[in-house]
């Protein structure tokens, strides 16, 4: 996607049937598995996007070899030792990459330094650092305020002032992990704490663990590949010396991207299926669906399918609801309450300010735009439905904020999305599908 920005063509009732990219939490996590992993592994329905491609590219950096064909990547497992790097590890703009990696690089055999855009240098990763230290890993940050880049020492530990043949990695044991900002700091620790040298306790600080969906994602993954990890009452317990075995793993559909082919419909009217994704799916996001039907949506969940639908002369109607657990599909549900026929309230969804950008305030500011009055506060949003009309919207090289924007030019004329080339971070050709519609 070149052009500096596009305007989206009014439509609808819709008819269609959208197959999503593979999931990037998914990806992510079993490309992390299988790395680490004894033996090699065929990941197929892969994420191919800038998110899933900034790990794959650390992931060789730090010795894995990794082929790909189609959307299958095959990975060749290091058995839990990873080499040093020879510069930096560029986490780009990814989260998940920036922080999984800071764990697993303290099974390197060298220094490794993490990275990222300017963006990820605003970004916090103190809370995962201070619970690298405690399990025995030697982490400096290197950024301001808490921030990336970071430094983590492996190979040998320094005694005495010499080396001695111990590794620097994970000792293990008993930590607290801070978890009230980002469920990514927990995930990042357990998926690196099969390799410690004694079993991993965590133990979340006042026992919160913001969008703890994600942590249970992460969990199933790490099982799918012979780890034993698993909740133990507050804590989480994963038992050392049960490393990953190398699989045949199949990535699920994005719950998280189809969130916007869902929230098409409850806009437009008509019904949209997404193929793939099923009623028993782990992913976070897909709770959006009960969050529609309280709006006035239909929603059919199969096996291997799900559909949402909006009969004509149906009227959507705002909605008070925490979206703590799923803090991604908050943006497409913003974009749906503009249609609503009383205000939305989205509450306890703090860690949108420390995304890829301030969430919370860029949704208060576009959604202001197009005519909505939108109220930011330290924690929740709240959103109230007025006149609407076309606007140009700033993206702030959020991949989601133009693909919920662009859903408003679904029912509104004259909706522009500046940068809209920001999408390739999950969903590189989602503006050709928008146009399917």
């Not at 990459?97 to 990763?125: N, Q, S, W």
């Not at 940050?141 to 994970?170: D, K, S």
């Not at 897909?286 to 149906?314: K, N, Q, T, Y």
């Not at 500046?418 to 999950?426: E, F, H, L, Y």
Request: with cysteine; proline share 6%; net charge neutral.
């Amino acid at each position: 996607m070149s052009s500096d920005s596009i305007e989206i063509r009014p439509r609808g009732p819709l008819d269609a049937r959208v197959p999503v990219p593979g999931s990037k939490s998914i990806t992510n996590r079993a490309a992390l598995a299988a790395a680490l992993a004894r033996g090699e592994s065929r990941l197929a329905g892969a994420l191919e996007s800038d998110d899933t491609d900034a790990m794959r590219v650390a992931l060789g950096a730090l010795g894995v070899a990794i082929g790909r064909e189609g959307s299958a990547w095959t990975v060749r497992g290091t058995d839990g030792r990873l080499a040093a790097p020879r510069a930096a590890l560029d986490a780009r703009a990814s989260g998940t990459t920036a922080r999984f990696l800071t764990a697993a690089a303290t099974l390197a055999d060298g220094p490794v330094a993490i990275d990222g855009a300017p963006r990820m240098r605003e970004r916090p990763i103190d809370d995962l650092v201070r619970a690298l230290v405690a399990l025995g890993a030697r982490v400096e940050i290197l950024g301001e305020r808490g921030c990336p880049p970071v430094l983590v020492n492996g190979g040998l530990r320094v005694v005495n002032g010499g080396l001695r043949g111990i590794p620097a990695g994970l000792r293990g044991g008993r930590a607290p992990i801070d978890a009230r900002r980002s469920s990514q700091f927990v995930s990042a620790v357990l998926l690196a704490a099969p390799y410690a040298r004694e079993d991993v306790v965590l133990e979340p600080v006042d026992g919160v663990v913001v969008s703890r969906p994600y942590v249970d994602l992460t969990l199933a993954v790490m099982r799918d590949f012979g780890a034993e990890a698993a909740w133990d009452g507050p804590a989480l317990r994963v038992a050392a010396g049960r490393g990953y075995r190398g699989r045949h793993f199949q990535v699920e559909p994005d719950a998280s991207a189809a969130a916007y082919p869902f929230a098409a419909a409850a806009i437009a009217g008509g019904s949209v299926c997404v193929p793939g994704l099923g009623s028993d799916s782990l992913q976070a996001d897909l709770a959006l669906l009960d969050v529609l039907e309280r709006m006035g949506c239909r929603v059919e969940r199969g096996a291997r399918a799900i559909r949402v639908s909006r009969p004509a002369g149906g009227a959507l109607r705002g909605v008070d609801v925490d979206m703590n657990a799923m803090p991604d599909a908050v943006l497409a549900l913003s974009v749906v309450a503009l249609f609503a026929s009383g205000p939305t309230r989205i509450r306890n969804v703090a860690n949108l300010r420390i995304k890829e950008t301030d969430r919370l305030a860029a949704l208060e500011r576009e959604l202001g735009k197009l005519g909505a009055r939108a109220r930011a506060r330290a924690d929740e949003l709240e959103i109230e439905p007025g006149p609407l009309h076309g606007a140009a919207i700033d993206t702030y090289d959020d991949h989601r904020m133009a693909m919920a924007f662009a859903l408003a030019g679904l029912r509104v004329p004259g909706v522009r999305i500046r940068d809209p080339g920001c999408v390739a971070k999950t969903w590189p050709d989602y503006f050709e599908a928008l146009e399917r519609l």
